[in-house]
């Protein structure tokens, strides 16, 4: 069974850093999965955010995150990473992390999210 | 804004048949697959729906998905309570290398 853990938010204030976890089990995480960051701010929509795929040779951003946030896996603890640098009041959601199955062209595993609130 | 355009909102009354579209561009929904996603209140989102209609197995045949062209449809026959939820189509922008959703559809049922 899919299972798909996001850890790592919390409150920050502006300018700061964060790094996020997901950690997946139940699956390959080396196998044709690319994984990805989406947020929601509090009532909004979603927004994706980052891809990276499944053997991290390939990553793409949003351009409301380029150039700051970077993402990343470890493929031997299984752990998917967002790093967030210079966090804007805006970068205030909850963030998920979901595999994309190249198979199904769909992310049809998400995390629970974790929420990240930035904050003087 | 979000990059694929969807009705803020829909609403039909038990037992009966509600359409949401979701409409974008030949980049993005013209060339790729849509797949749309159901979030409950104070959950995360769930797939509904993978290359443009199909179901993953586990979701009803109430829920069925269209593409023609850039815009997508997904129709929910028999309403029930429990389907009041936010509905969102994502897909793939190929020019942009990036993916991308709608603004979501929240569904009400009367």
């Known amino acids: 069974q899919v299972h798909l853990v996001e850890s790592g938010g919390g409150v920050v204030q502006p300018g700061r850093s964060l790094r996020l976890s997901c950690a997946a089990s139940g699956f390959t995480f080396s196998g044709n999965y690319g994984m990805h960051w989406v947020r929601q701010a509090p009532g909004k929509g979603l927004e994706w955010v980052t891809v990276i795929s499944n053997d991290g040779s390939l990553r793409y951003y949003g351009d409301s995150v380029k150039g700051r946030f970077t993402i990343s896996r470890d493929t031997s603890t299984n752990t998917l990473y967002l790093q967030m640098n210079s966090l804007r009041i805006e970068d205030t959601a909850v963030y998920y992390c979901?595999?994309?199955?190249?198979?199904?062209?769909?992310?049809?595993?998400w995390g629970q999210g974790t929420l990240v609130t930035v904050s003087s | 804004q979000s990059v694929l355009t969807q009705p803020p909102s829909v609403s039909a009354g038990a037992g009966q048949r509600v359409t949401m579209s979701c409409s974008g561009s030949s980049s993005n929904i013209g060339s790729n697959y849509v797949s749309w996603y159901q979030q409950l209140p104070g959950t995360a989102p769930t797939l509904l729906i993978y290359e443009d209609n199909k179901r993953p197995s586990g979701i009803p045949d109430r829920f069925s998905a269209s593409k023609s062209g850039a815009s997508a449809i997904l129709a929910i026959t028999g309403l029930q309570t429990g389907d009041e939820a936010d509905y969102y189509c994502?897909?793939?922008?190929?020019?942009?290398?990036?993916?991308?959703f709608g603004g979501g559809t929240k569904l009400t049922v009367l």
């Open positions: 979901a595999r994309y199955f190249g198979e199904l062209s769909s992310w049809d595993h």
């Open positions: 994502g897909t793939w922008h190929s020019s942009l290398n990036i993916a991308v």
